[in-house]
């Protein structure tokens, strides 16, 4: 993921640098404070005689210093935030990008909940981890190297309390860090099944009421809860000994050093001022450590979250462009041959042996029993999916031989679950083609019965549609879908049982505006009602993944037994199929 560091590598040696002025004026001050301590007041130098200039004059120095110091800090932190926060942003669009391109094989393995967390989360760990590599180990390191070189400066002695608290502050890490690393993976899958419970929920808020599950649901909820507080607990408390058992390190090294000070001044080996310098250097080393330490474990979590980055970044599409193919002779033509279908993980066949020649401007109508195969079918023509085994062909042209784009756009389809965006109704119907003008925007949505509707809502076409269109009724979302893939004009239209929440006179007047306005577009309607696609130029019925018969309604009725059932129990359910 360095590569998206190349665009702000300058913020990030701006920030240093300015980092490195901050901690040399901390580092200068104690130094100075013991020129005032020793010459200015107790006048080691002047026989015991207070030095007032020397005192204004450093004091001055001093402030000018930590003046300088505080504006690097926040020139540091500027840098560091535009840095961090614009890689994150970069991090964050490319995982998107890659999630867009990602077969649906990919994205059901991944799960919704843990992308989300992903390009959430994640990106937020790793975006912290830049900033503490930025920042905090530039700070801590110049504290432990500095402070520990000008601490031995002071009085050679002071090594033995160096040698002493080291160790036992690197032990500290070490255990700490080791016992942490482990659960920082777990605690993001924890978050990733704590989002997918909170989505579904929240997407299927209606079913859960209906079924009044919303006790079942918040057990789940609480599972998926407790687990993640459970992982972050034991994080928390491991990580909550560093800090104390730290403080106690940097308190008994202090005692130590004015122990010694104590006596190298009493030798007159030391100054006093050198014993107080000594405390502020060891304090600033220790706390070098500390800083050092909290940086780490930042390391463990923004490298946990980096990794599950990285195989969103590096999954390679599963569907891919093919070398493209241009302008073709046929149009509208589609044609499966010999393919056979199954779903990744799962070894049995949804679809099988399907021979069927789809002709240009041909009104196509498919109906079989639920979990026949048939929005699997389609599915393959758009490359939803791709056959097992088998050829798909479009306008004579091999699928895989198309660029996605290519070929998708050859296709307007309405899928069975109407997706709508939380923008305005234009804004979703636009989604089918957004360069169109305000005339064939009304022609698509008057062709799909949709304007009547859209008129009266309050803003009209700017009237805004809630997320998955929930502020609609289900016939309304489905118009708004057809008046969109309508829109589209898409030499091949899939019509996925698009018209199951209309009313037969709605469905009819679309049907007509199709037969009137879209003559010449193939159509390719999957209906469960007869009456949907009785009118159709030839009819697939779908058994158990094949194709056991197609042809015309009128011989369908004489020659298919699967047909005359289904025409027969919708006839005494009440003339659906009239």
């Not at 255990?175 to 909170?198: E, Y």
């Not at 789809?358 to 079918?377: A, H, M, N």
């Not at 389809?413 to 089918?432: D, H, M, Y």
């Not at 929930?470 to 049982?497: F, N």
Request: hydrophobic content about 45%; some cysteine; glycine content about 8%.
């Amino acid at each position: 993921m360095l590569r998206y560091m190349k665009k702000y590598w300058i913020f990030a040696l701006l920030a240093a640098l300015f980092m490195i002025g901050e901690v040399a004026a901390d580092m200068i001050q104690p130094k100075l404070m013991a020129g005032i301590v020793d010459d200015g007041i107790l006048g080691l130098s002047g026989n015991g005689t207070p030095d007032i200039s020397l005192i204004t004059t450093v004091g001055i120095r001093m402030l000018l210093i930590v003046l300088a110091g505080g504006l690097c800090g926040i020139l540091c932190a500027a840098m560091t935030n535009i840095c961090g926060q614009s890689y994150g942003n970069e991090v964050r669009k490319a995982c998107f990008s890659n999630i867009m391109k990602m077969s649906f094989e990919q994205t059901d393995s991944f799960t919704t909940g843990s992308l989300i967390t992903r390009v959430t989360n994640d990106v937020s760990q790793v975006q912290r981890l830049v900033m503490s590599i930025v920042r905090g180990l530039i700070r801590s390191s110049m504290f432990l190297i500095a402070g520990t070189f000008t601490l031995l400066s002071l009085n050679v002695h002071f090594n033995i309390v160096v040698a002493c608290a080291f160790p036992l502050v690197i032990l500290d890490i070490v255990f700490i860090l080791w016992k942490t690393n482990p659960l920082f993976g777990i605690l993001q899958k924890r978050i990733d099944r704590m989002n997918t419970v909170i989505g579904e929920n929240i997407s299927g808020a209606r079913v859960v009421r209906a079924f009044i599950q919303e006790g079942t649901e918040t057990e789940r909820f609480d599972r998926a809860n407790t687990e993640l507080v459970e992982t972050q607990m034991r994080v928390l408390i491991l990580t909550s000994f560093m800090r104390p058992i730290m403080n106690i390190i940097l308190n008994m090294a202090i005692v130590a050093l004015i122990w010694i000070g104590a006596i190298q001044t009493k030798a007159g080996g030391m100054r006093p001022g050198d014993v107080m310098a000594a405390i502020t250097y060891i304090s600033q080393i220790l706390n070098g450590m500390m800083m050092l330490a909290m940086i780490f474990q930042t390391f463990s979590r923004g490298f946990a979250s980096g990794r599950r980055i990285n195989e969103i970044l590096h999954a390679e599409p599963a569907i891919t462009d093919g070398p493209g193919v241009g302008e073709t002779a046929v149009k509208g033509s589609v044609c499966f041959r010999d393919v056979s279908f199954s779903y990744p993980d799962n070894q049995a066949e949804v679809l099988h042996d399907i021979d069927l020649e789809i002709r240009p401007g041909e009104v196509f109508g498919i109906i079989g029993s639920t979990g026949c195969g048939k929005t699997s079918l389609i599915n393959l023509i758009s490359r939803l999916y791709d056959a097992t085994e088998g050829t798909v062909e479009v306008d004579g042209v091999n699928i895989r031989e198309y660029k996605l784009k290519e070929l998708r756009d050859r296709v307007a389809a309405v899928p069975q679950k109407n997706e709508l965006f939380s923008t305005t109704i234009r804004e979703n119907i636009l989604l089918g083609r957004e360069q169109a003008n305000e005339n064939e925007i009304r022609a698509a949505a008057q062709a799909a019965q949709a304007e009547e509707f859209i008129l009266e809502q309050p803003h009209g076409y700017e009237t805004p549609v809630a997320e998955g269109g929930t502020s609609l009724s289900g016939g309304q979302r489905q118009r708004v879908a057809i008046a969109r893939a309508l829109l589209k004009k898409g030499e091949i239209l899939i019509l996925d049982d698009s018209t199951s929440a209309l009313d037969l006179v709605t469905e009819a007047k679309i049907y007509d505006a199709l037969d009137r306005d879209y003559a010449g577009i193939t159509r390719i309607i999957i209906a469960q009602r007869i009456a949907s696609i009785r009118n159709a130029d030839r009819i697939a019925v779908m058994e158990n993944g094949s194709i056991i018969a197609c042809a015309g309604h009128e011989e369908l009725l004489r020659t298919c037994g699967t047909y005359q059932d289904i025409y027969q129990s919708q006839v005494k359910m009440g003339g659906a199929a009239e």
